[in-house]
């Protein structure tokens, strides 16, 4: 198994620009979330997914879009990037989510906004 | 509103000595807790979870501690080593369906 794959690793985009940060697993997992970390700031939850075709907001989701097609993808979409989106993004899945199941989290992605 | 709190951001401990990070939250809607480790430049992992029913869980070198009437939980490691030196982040669920995290703690475990 994979486990949480996310692509890129790295990426550079000028305020404004549109992206799609990519987040797959291969483990079955009904339940998927992504997070930013920020320095002081901890994680903290953009959207997250139940299942396939259900998602929800999460504590910071202004600026983010999400879709659950499938059980496996869960992809992240900047419409119109800002310096203030500027941090790590990591995707994770769980087995059936809260409150007892543990998340499996990608690599991470790191964003700069210019 | 920081619903998870972990007010230490970082802590040294020598090897073999016991590592205490700590943890608070205000939502009295958490039921559950876990605790992840991060090295740098990877996804955190998880490590050890507890339940409000419960006031310990222990895995090996690493026990958690509940105090419910105090919105409280601490994370003992015993005995440290430099393996452990990473970042240490709570979170916390119940209520809903998300998983909210603290700011973390960094640990530097010296040889």
């Known amino acids: 198994n994979a486990g949480v794959t996310q692509t890129p690793k790295f990426q550079v985009l000028k305020t404004g620009q549109s992206m799609t940060l990519q987040c797959a697993q291969d483990m079955n997992h009904e339940y998927m979330s992504w997070y930013r970390q920020d320095p002081g700031m901890g994680l903290r939850l953009i959207h997250y997914?139940?299942?396939?075709?259900?998602?929800d907001q999460g504590e910071v989701p202004n600026g983010y879009n999400v879709s659950r097609s499938t059980t496996e993808d869960f992809p992240l979409r900047l419409l119109s990037a800002a310096p203030s989106q500027t941090s790590v993004y990591f995707c994770?899945?769980?087995?059936?989510?809260?409150?007892?199941?543990?998340?499996?989290f990608g690599p991470g992605t790191r964003l700069t906004v210019l | 509103d920081q619903q998870v709190k972990q007010n230490s951001p970082s802590l040294s401990v020598q090897e073999g000595r016991i590592s205490i990070l700590n943890c608070d939250y205000t939502?009295?809607?958490?039921?559950?807790f876990l605790w992840y480790k991060k090295y740098p430049a990877e996804g955190p992992t998880f490590l050890i979870s507890?339940?409000?029913?419960?006031d310990k869980n222990e895995d090996g070198r690493f026990t958690v501690f509940l105090n419910k009437s105090a919105k409280h939980l601490s994370l003992h490691i015993v005995p440290s080593q430099p393996g452990d030196s990473a970042v240490y982040f709570c979170a916390a669920s119940g209520g809903t369906y998300k998983y909210i995290f603290g700011t973390g703690t960094r640990l530097k475990v010296l040889a």
């Open positions: 994770a899945s769980s087995y059936s989510g809260p409150p007892t199941n543990e998340q499996f």
């Open positions: 507890i339940s409000s029913i419960k």
């Open positions: 939502n009295s809607m958490f039921d559950y």
């Open positions: 997914s139940v299942g396939a075709g259900i998602t």
